[in-house]
């Protein structure tokens, strides 16, 4: 019964998922599937608020590693639930100056990090250490100057062959992942829906 | 269950209910035709109306699309512009008959209205632009499921390598070693992405290890229904291991559901606790270089896999091992050696060289189709079948 129900469960709800995608009489138990996942989805947002609380509680409370991060974390996360509840969220409200001033540019540097993270993934994944690493290294630099005004200002064609690198050789390898994770999706998704796959579950058993 | 869908297909096509189609051309009215039929390829409820516009007719100030009511008076569904052009009423009753008009308006005053026509909304039991993808689905499942019963019977499956599963074991006795966490990062979307689903069944694979070794395991999640999710799977290894001792329920917690505070939260989590292992498995976006880089600042062997072909070089570039695509579905059959699961990672090869053929055919019969009427139908019917609406 333990692996029963739940497999059950995925079973029916895989078919019609699959049914609603062909059969246009059945797209109505495919969206009510999707509400109902909606329902549980809106219902977890609670649970996730309760962990949150609840392990920064206990680190405070025990004096855990790294505690004193815990208030802040705490602190932050009702000043927005609490601004946001009792004054609303409209233009002017605390809520919205909390988020435009705090959260937004606090997201914005994290976003602003990724220039510093590409410099130094670039450096290392374009070293010449061999001849791929040198082709791709070539590739990269001529479709940079591509994008460039410089680029054409050097030679007309520069742009050319960099949208040429871009449309041919690496649109046909992403086009290669995406093929290969589609058969991928669907393995996954039949092994799930059979029940072939259990592990999720707790075992293959 | 899924070898019925073809039968379905044709008896679909053949009970299928078009709806009526109807048409009708207006004499001096500035409508010239207005046409009323089924939409196509719906769970009904809808009317496809469809309306030319006469050039030799003075231009009206407007134009109303009207339905005739059940009580018989003419009501408005919408103004429509002085040119040809489509529209779909919806929300209507299956299997009762709607009329329309056009009616033009001059300075307020109604002109000639178009000619009435009808049309009675049906649904459609097969959707006719998603057949070839049907028939090709079963295909695949049938390749599948054949490799899966032929590893059920112990055939002798070949598996390549895959170095970054192979690297599972060696990155979790690592932490062990040192004394440090293993990270396990689910990407940043929910349950309902097939990628997700992936991910949490690799975690149960890797929770086993950790369960083992005695490793401590963190997951930080960006969704609550994945923290949910992630905790049960933990739990059910430790349990399978026999070690319901180790399994730290607030090791796998949820830290908020926008992007970058996620970013954040994690990359907080690597600097303070130093994993000595980090895996990265599921759908990523622009997070995933930054989480990616700070791994790797802090000394941990990262094993990444995502589906998303933007982020794949970033993987690559900053992580030891990464899973490009399907390497990332094939993880949990290829880290249980169950042959079962083995069969249906075969199964799914044999697809895609179905599919290696199948695109070596398409591209040689559209180049020689351009000079070769019959190779040109070829492309065609590859392209029709492989196509979806």
């Known amino acids: 019964m333990r692996l029963f129900v739940p497999l059950t469960i995925t079973f029916v709800a895989g078919i019609i998922m699959i049914l609603q995608f062909f059969v246009p009489a059945t797209q109505s138990m495919g969206e009510s599937l999707q509400e109902w996942y909606m329902i549980v989805a809106s219902f977890a947002i609670f649970i996730g608020a309760a962990n949150l609380l609840q392990v920064h509680v206990h680190r405070i409370r025990f004096k855990g590693r790294n505690w004193k991060y815990s208030p802040v974390t705490i602190v932050g996360f009702s000043a927005m639930i609490l601004t946001g509840l009792i004054l609303g969220i409209e233009k002017g409200t605390p809520f919205n100056f909390l988020f435009l001033e705090m959260v937004a540019p606090m997201s914005a540097t994290m976003f602003s990090l990724l220039a510093f993270f590409v410099a130094s993934a670039a450096f290392r994944a374009f070293r010449a250490s061999n001849w791929r690493a040198t082709l791709l290294l070539i590739s990269a630099f001529v479709v940079m100057l591509g994008r460039v005004p410089i680029g054409a200002m050097i030679w007309p064609r520069i742009p050319l062959i960099s949208e040429w690198i871009m449309q041919v050789p690496n649109l046909a390898g992403q086009r290669a992942v995406m093929i290969g994770a589609a058969m991928g999706m669907v393995a996954t998704s039949l092994r799930m829906i059979f029940g072939i796959e259990r592990s999720y579950l707790g075992g293959a058993d | 269950m899924l070898f019925v869908l073809p039968l379905l297909v044709f008896t679909g096509a053949i009970f299928a209910q078009s709806g009526d189609i109807a048409s009708g051309d207006g004499g001096d009215c500035f409508i010239l035709s207005l046409t009323a039929e089924d939409a196509p390829n719906d769970a009904g409820g809808g009317i496809d109306l469809e309306w030319t516009v006469s050039a030799h007719v003075t231009e009206p100030d407007s134009i109303v699309l009207e339905r005739l009511d059940e009580d018989g008076a003419w009501s408005s569904i919408g103004t429509i512009l002085p040119v040809d052009g489509s529209r779909t009423d919806e929300k209507l009753s299956n299997g009762l008959e709607y009329t329309y008009r056009a009616v033009s308006f001059y300075g307020g005053i109604p002109g000639t209205p178009s000619v009435e026509v009808s049309a009675v909304p049906a649904r459609q039991w097969i959707h006719k632009g998603r057949i070839g993808m049907l028939i090709l689905l079963t295909l695949i499942s049938l390749v599948i499921f054949y490799f899966i019963e032929q590893g059920k019977r112990g055939k002798d499956l070949y598996i390549r390598r895959i170095a970054g599963l192979t690297a599972v074991e060696d990155a979790v006795g690592r932490a062990t070693e040192m004394g440090r966490p293993v990270l396990y990062i689910p990407g940043i979307m929910d349950m309902d992405d097939i990628q997700t689903i992936a991910s949490m069944v690799i975690l149960g694979r890797v929770a086993m290890k950790t369960a083992e070794y005695g490793s401590s395991l963190l997951v930080p999640t960006c969704r609550a229904v994945v923290m949910s999710v992630a905790q049960e799977t933990v ?19 949820y830290i908020t559901d926008d992007q970058f505070g996620y970013a954040a939260g994690v990359d907080g989590i690597m600097i303070r606790q130093k994993p000595a292992a980090i895996f990265m498995l599921g759908t990523f976006y622009a997070e995933s270089l930054i989480l990616a880089e700070t791994g790797r600042s802090v ?14 070089p970033f993987f690559i570039a900053a992580c030891d091992y990464t899973l490009i695509g399907e390497e990332l579905f094939a993880a949990s059959a290829y880290l249980s050696k169950e042959p079962k699961l083995l069969g249906s990672l075969r199964g799914q090869d044999v697809a895609k060289l179905f599919f290696m053929i199948v695109i070596v055919i398409g591209v040689l019969a559209a180049t020689i189709g351009e000079s070769w009427e019959p190779a040109a139908r070829v492309a065609d019917f590859f392209k029709t079948i492989t196509s979806v609406r």
């Open chain 2, 235 to 253: 739990k059910e290894s430790y349990l399978q291991m026999g070690r319901p001792d180790a399994y730290q329920k607030g090791n796998i917690n």
């Open chain 2, 299 to 312: 000394g941990a062997i990262q094993i990444a896999g995502t589906a998303m072909p933007s982020q794949i």
